[in-house]
């Protein structure tokens, strides 16, 4: 292939292997065999450690220590031929020339044109600063609040004297009703109603100066504040405007030729602006070069290279679907014209049975299927609680108790009136209902049993993952106790002190945890036919009879 040295031809022999019929839906892929043939040729030259960058596998090891994200998109030219691009996400301690995939922005272009902007910038910080940290125009400030807090201490003063001249008003009523007649009792009101109608008009005569000194010094400290306050929402405005034009640097393609600027891939820029490095990931390098050398992409895929960052779950060598902050609303546009994969999850769970386990009058226990939601999400309506509320119209209130991830199975409770949902939900919150699961993970655990506490929180550049955070993250508790053991994996009851999101696939995932995914876990370990997680048992206290419940059920892996 001689359209660009950057696209590689195969190595190995792929004659027996078909091309795929679709592209990679890229949030939810078992890797095409030629991407995984291209995947293979890639970390053969990073295991060469020609690379200047420390990915923490003992090369270079005076650099920082990062590991970093790598795609393959395998591409077709016009004359039919297969090769395959190489890209990584964000930038290397030495960018490499000619290898892979360059970035979709002249980064060099828009540096320039930031650091501009960021020199008007900083030159309106330091107005502001300047402003701020002026002692002249502190100390006249100063001098003003000090004339107003005494000016509001008066009128504070006359406010309460005047209050407490009515209750002393209303307290002489109360002692002298009882020993005068009605004619005198009304004359003494008729008296203090007049002393009381004198006493606010001799307070807003002499409070009149005050309050009026009270208007004139908030207008001038307010003029002190709208200067700097008008100053920094100029600056606010400048830099919106800035961070606009950088981002319009990058502009993406579709397979239709058609082009499109990040910041309208992002319907809500003007709220909040697209996570950084949007733009700079794999995928989207890979897609824009195919399209501007006239490739025909067939398959995509990316592996996490190297040490993991702290907070995050990343497995060296593993595959990883592409981002869903920075990558999904950029490819919902770089993937027009492409016929590409149905997103397998929108059928994931269709048509799976959803049995019964349990049931009365205020609770019905199912056992949801691997792939069901729980609830309707944005694309699917199908969901166990969609399904409990059909079977069950005459449920009132709200029936939801808990949730399961959508890729876990297991049991579900749903109450069936307002007064068990208020008693279980108690039960819920004060952790009064015991959970266990059944998971497998994806090697040999040697203890036999032990406790998991890492805080958790999500990692929003990439929902809905979650990662490690002790800073901000919420606690969160897990038992593990060893089943049995497999050649190639371990059995686990997994009991949760606490409910956090993924709680248990990162616990076991996480390197401060098992250090080991769970089978089938394609967020945090391998994609395999499906999640080894089961809600297995659930013990708590009837909402009506108090008597002590134990249900259980079986699992399929």
Same mark, same amino acid.
């Given at each position: 292939?001689?359209?660009?040295?950057?696209?590689?031809?195969?190595?190995?022999?792929?004659?027996?292997?078909?091309?795929? =019929?679709?592209?990679?839906?890229?949030?939810?892929?078992?890797?095409?065999?030629?991407? &995984?043939?291209?995947?293979?040729?890639?970390?053969?030259?990073?295991?060469?450690?020609?690379?200047?960058?420390?990915?923490?596998?003992?090369?270079?090891?005076?650099?920082?220590?990062?590991?970093?994200?790598?795609?393959?998109?395998?591409?077709?030219?016009?004359?039919?031929?297969?090769?395959?691009?190489?890209?990584?996400?964000?930038?290397?301690?030495?960018?490499?020339?000619?290898?892979?995939?360059?970035?979709?922005?002249?980064?060099?272009?828009?540096?320039?044109?930031?650091?501009? $902007?960021?020199?008007?910038?900083?030159?309106?910080?330091?107005?502001?600063?300047?402003?701020?940290?002026?002692?002249?125009?502190?100390?006249?400030?100063?001098?003003?609040?000090?004339?107003?807090?005494?000016?509001?201490?008066?009128?504070?003063?006359?406010?309460?004297?005047?209050?407490?001249?009515?209750?002393?008003?209303? =307290?002489?009523?109360?002692?002298?009703?009882?020993?005068?007649?009605?004619?005198?009792?009304?004359?003494?009101?008729?008296?203090?109603?007049?002393? *009381?109608?004198?006493?606010?008009?001799?307070?807003?005569?002499?409070?009149?100066?005050?309050?009026?000194?009270?208007?004139?010094?908030?207008?001038?400290?307010?003029?002190?504040?709208?200067?700097?306050? $008008?100053?920094?929402?100029?600056?606010?405005?400048? #830099?919106?405007?800035?961070?606009?034009?950088?981002?319009?640097?990058?502009?993406?393609?579709?397979?239709?030729?058609?082009?499109?600027?990040?910041?309208?891939?992002?319907?809500?820029?003007?709220?909040?602006?697209?996570?950084?490095? #949007?733009?700079?990931?794999?995928?989207?390098?890979?897609?824009?070069?195919?399209?501007?050398? #006239?490739?025909?992409?067939?398959?995509?895929?990316?592996?996490?290279?190297?040490?993991?960052?702290?907070?995050?779950?990343?497995?060296?060598?593993?595959?990883?679907?592409?981002?869903?902050?920075?990558?999904?609303?950029?490819?919902?546009?770089?993937?027009?014209?492409?016929?590409?994969?149905?997103?397998?999850?929108?059928?994931?769970?269709?048509? &799976?049975?959803?049995?019964?386990?349990?049931?009365?009058?205020?609770?019905?226990?199912?056992?949801?299927?691997?792939?069901?939601? *729980?609830?309707?999400?944005?694309?699917?309506?199908?969901?166990?609680?969609?399904?409990? =509320?059909?079977?069950?119209? =005459?449920?009132?209130?709200?029936?939801?108790?808990?949730?399961?991830?959508?890729?876990?199975? $297991?049991?579900?409770?749903?109450?069936?009136?307002?007064?068990?949902?208020?008693?279980?939900?108690?039960?819920?919150?004060?952790?009064?209902?015991?959970?266990?699961?059944?998971?497998?993970?994806?090697?040999?655990?040697?203890?036999?049993?032990?406790?998991?506490?890492?805080?958790?929180?999500?990692?929003?550049?990439?929902?809905?993952?979650?990662?490690?955070?002790?800073?901000?993250?919420?606690?969160?508790?897990?038992?593990?106790?060893?089943?049995?053991?497999?050649?190639?994996?371990?059995?686990?009851?997994? &009991?949760?002190?606490?409910?956090?999101?993924?709680?248990?696939?990162?616990?076991?995932?996480?390197?401060?945890?098992?250090?080991?995914?769970?089978?089938?876990?394609?967020?945090?370990?391998?994609?395999?036919?499906?999640?080894?997680?089961?809600?297995?048992?659930?013990?708590?206290?009837?909402?009506?009879?108090?008597?002590?419940?134990?249900?259980?059920?079986?699992?399929?892996?």
């Amino acid at each position: 292939m001689k359209t660009a040295p950057i696209v590689h031809r195969f190595d190995t022999d792929i004659s027996e292997i078909a091309p795929p =019929k679709q592209f990679t839906y890229p949030f939810f892929y078992q890797p095409h065999p030629l991407t &995984k043939a291209a995947v293979k040729e890639l970390q053969a030259f990073l295991l060469k450690g020609d690379l200047k960058h420390n990915f923490g596998l003992g090369k270079h090891e005076s650099l920082i220590e990062q590991g970093k994200m790598f795609g393959v998109l395998v591409v077709k030219d016009s004359s039919g031929n297969l090769g395959w691009l190489a890209a990584y996400s964000g930038k290397l301690y030495q960018e490499p020339q000619g290898y892979f995939a360059p970035p979709v922005a002249d980064i060099h272009a828009a540096q320039s044109f930031y650091k501009k $902007g960021e020199s008007e910038l900083n030159e309106m910080s330091a107005v502001i600063a300047a402003l701020e940290q002026n002692s002249d125009r502190i100390a006249q400030k100063t001098a003003l609040q000090t004339q107003l807090d005494e000016i509001n201490e008066h009128l504070r003063q006359g406010r309460a004297a005047l209050k407490e001249a009515k209750k002393a008003r209303q =307290k002489y009523r109360e002692a002298v009703r009882p020993t005068v007649n009605e004619a005198d009792f009304k004359a003494i009101c008729e008296r203090l109603a007049e002393e *009381s109608i004198q006493g606010q008009l001799a307070f807003k005569y002499s409070s009149k100066v005050w309050i009026e000194e009270q208007q004139k010094l908030e207008e001038e400290l307010a003029h002190f504040d709208n200067e700097i306050t $008008g100053l920094k929402e100029e600056r606010r405005q400048k #830099s919106n405007v800035l961070q606009r034009e950088i981002f319009d640097h990058y502009v993406f393609l579709n397979a239709h030729g058609a082009s499109q600027v990040l910041s309208a891939c992002f319907p809500d820029f003007d709220l909040r602006h697209p996570p950084s490095g #949007s733009g700079d990931c794999c995928a989207p390098k890979l897609l824009q070069y195919a399209y501007q050398n #006239s490739l025909f992409p067939l398959a995509l895929g990316e592996f996490w290279w190297g040490s993991a960052p702290d907070k995050e779950v990343r497995q060296h060598g593993y595959f990883y679907p592409s981002c869903a902050s920075r990558c999904r609303p950029i490819l919902s546009h770089m993937l027009e014209g492409l016929d590409v994969e149905e997103n397998p999850l929108l059928t994931y769970g269709k048509d &799976k049975p959803m049995p019964i386990v349990y049931e009365d009058e205020d609770l019905v226990v199912v056992n949801k299927p691997a792939g069901l939601l *729980s609830v309707p999400g944005v694309e699917i309506e199908d969901s166990a609680l969609t399904r409990v =509320k059909n079977k069950y119209p =005459k449920a009132t209130g709200a029936i939801l108790l808990h949730r399961l991830d959508m890729s876990t199975s $297991g049991l579900l409770m749903f109450t069936l009136n307002p007064k068990a949902n208020k008693r279980m939900q108690r039960q819920f919150i004060k952790r009064q209902v015991q959970k266990t699961y059944i998971a497998d993970v994806a090697g040999v655990v040697t203890e036999k049993e032990g406790t998991i506490d890492l805080p958790l929180a999500p990692d929003y550049y990439d929902l809905p993952r979650q990662m490690v955070c002790y800073k901000n993250g919420k606690a969160s508790e897990t038992h593990w106790t060893v089943l049995e053991r497999f050649e190639t994996h371990t059995r686990l009851a997994l &009991k949760p002190i606490t409910g956090r999101t993924h709680q248990l696939r990162v616990h076991c995932a996480h390197p401060d945890g098992l250090g080991i995914p769970m089978v089938g876990d394609e967020l945090y370990g391998v994609l395999d036919k499906r999640l080894h997680l089961h809600a297995q048992k659930l013990e708590f206290m009837h909402p009506s009879t108090k008597e002590n419940i134990i249900i259980e059920a079986p699992f399929s892996f």
